[in-house]
């Protein structure tokens, strides 16, 4: 008797609340099924938030008697309550009670229009099966992406491992190599130790040749003004006078057959008559360069004010045997040294890049190693977008000109999927506004190409790549991620 009063109250609630009998648990209408135990049939129900307690009768009444909206799940009574579409065939989803009965279809089971004008049919079984098929496709291109992202993660290690040999191989190189740059670095030293020591010799020797010539020159130079200043002074005074020199036609300047007042004058130094010493260092200088002129030993370039003529370059020193061989070994140990200095410096170059490889995050299983160095293109009606993983974002115009890089790779996205977006910053500045920058969204794909581009905000680039190195299912093939568990 009691058995049957029982299955009388289920169907009793059934009829009253709109309970469903989904997997054989009693829950009033748009109720999840996770949440069937806290609206078990009982005299009285417990509001969620904890704050009252109404009669099990007032459950989906069409009156909110809960602050939290709880007690009416299946009408849209409450203004922040939820319905709970179960769609069985199909996914479930929770939607607004403000959208309960309101003669559109929300629910593809239909059970959001129990009561209203809406001609609504269930198509669940429909839209699941079309879900599922397309789960399929996504589980299959995630399998065969997968299969690729593992022959990717598997060339990425050996590339890794490559660098890693290299980088130690490099090490003992830079060692070595450091020994050799400092011991040439000594050699070179004590030869050159040697060649100051022996062309100091012949330096000394050089400048007391150049100084006993200067001597001599300086000493026919005073004679030969001394000889012309006795040869001028005409009457023999002691002086040279203007007069005396007008009678030197050398010394028309202008070339109008007759050497003026003026024109002498310049010759003694604005002088109206000059004695020896005078003559000697500051009228000599200019009268000389005249006289040879005159006599055809000396040419002035044109248009050119005469001057001096500076003395003949010296001839090139003639080192004895010994001094030559020191200054051969001198330049043999320099160029030994300059050698292992420069080795030294490429392997520490390529040290340095090795070292910024290694320090990059290439994903759990070194699987985007193989983008590493790689560019791909997109290209819209006006620009060419070039995404350089892990290195730089740039654009280009399709009609040529200069490229304009968005951002250089800065970081993965601080986000729950870590390797699921690429950020590029601090790109070239717009124009009155900030700096370029690039985000880079991956999806799976059975090749790496970038698929778009677009400026949703101005000077910030929001790019897809489809690549299979994010491409992910468990290690038994399951699929189980591409599934619904409520199909």
């Excluded at 969620?48 to 009416?72: A, H, M, P, R, T």
């Excluded at 070994?329 to 320099?334: D, S, T, V």
Aim: glycine share 6%.
């Amino acid at each position: 008797m009691e058995h049957l009063q029982h299955i009388f109250l289920t169907f009793a609630l059934i009829s009253c609340f709109g309970l469903s009998v989904l997997s054989e648990i009693p829950r009033p209408r748009g109720v999840p099924l996770s949440k069937a135990n806290l609206y078990s049939p009982g005299d009285t129900f417990a509001c969620l938030d904890g704050k009252k307690v109404i009669k099990f009768n007032q459950v989906n009444d069409d009156y909110c008697d809960c602050y939290d909206s709880s007690d009416e799940p299946g009408t849209s009574a409450c203004p922040q309550g939820q319905f709970h579409c179960t769609n069985a065939g199909h996914k479930p989803k929770n939607i607004p009670s403000s959208q309960v009965n309101d003669g559109v279809c929300d629910c593809c089971d239909a059970s959001d229009e129990y009561q209203s004008q809406g001609k609504c049919v269930n198509i669940c079984s429909e839209l699941g099966k079309e879900e599922r098929q397309r789960e399929k496709e996504l589980a299959e291109l995630a399998k065969l992406g997968y299969q690729l992202r593992t022959e990717m993660a598997s060339k990425g290690r050996a590339l890794k491992d490559q660098k890693l040999t290299r980088q130690a191989e490099l090490r003992k190189h830079q060692a070595e190599a450091e020994i050799l740059k400092n011991e040439r670095l000594q050699i070179k030293d004590e030869v050159e130790s040697l060649e100051k020591a022996a062309l100091d010799i012949y330096k000394e020797l050089q400048e007391r040749e150049d100084r006993e010539k200067r001597e001599l020159e300086q000493a026919e130079n005073d004679k030969e003004a001394e000889n012309t200043f006795m040869k001028y002074d005409s009457n023999g005074n002691q002086l040279v006078e203007i007069e005396e020199i007008q009678t030197r036609i050398a010394f028309d300047k202008n070339r109008d057959g007759e050497v003026c007042a003026e024109e002498a004058k310049y010759f003694l130094d604005d002088h109206e008559a000059v004695n020896f010493e005078t003559f000697k260092t500051l009228c000599w200088p200019k009268i000389k360069p005249y006289l040879m002129l005159d006599s055809g030993l000396f040419k002035p370039p044109a248009d050119v004010e005469l001057v001096d003529r500076e003395s003949t370059t010296n001839a090139p020193i003639e080192y004895d045997p010994e001094t030559k061989k020191l200054i051969e070994q001198a330049n043999g140990a320099r160029n030994l040294f300059l050698e292992a200095e420069r080795e030294l410096r490429e392997i520490e170059t390529e040290i340095a890049k090795l070292d910024n490889f290694l320090v990059i995050d290439f994903g759990t299983n070194d699987e985007f190693i193989p983008l590493h160095g790689e560019c791909f293109n997109y290209e819209d009606r006006e620009y060419v977008y070039k995404i350089c993983p892990f290195d730089k974002a740039i654009q280009q115009p399709r009609s040529g000109g200069a490229e304009t890089r968005l951002g250089t790779y800065e970081e993965w996205d601080k986000s729950p999927n870590k390797y699921s977006t690429m950020v590029f910053s601090n790109g070239a500045s717009c124009w009155n506004g900030p700096q370029r920058s690039a985000t880079v969204h991956l999806e799976c794909g059975l090749e790496t190409k970038l698929t778009s581009v677009t400026e949703p905000n101005r000077c910030e680039y929001v790019c897809t790549m489809q690549t299979p190195a994010v491409c992910n299912i468990n290690s038994t093939g399951d699929t189980s991620e591409y599934e619904h568990d409520e199909l």
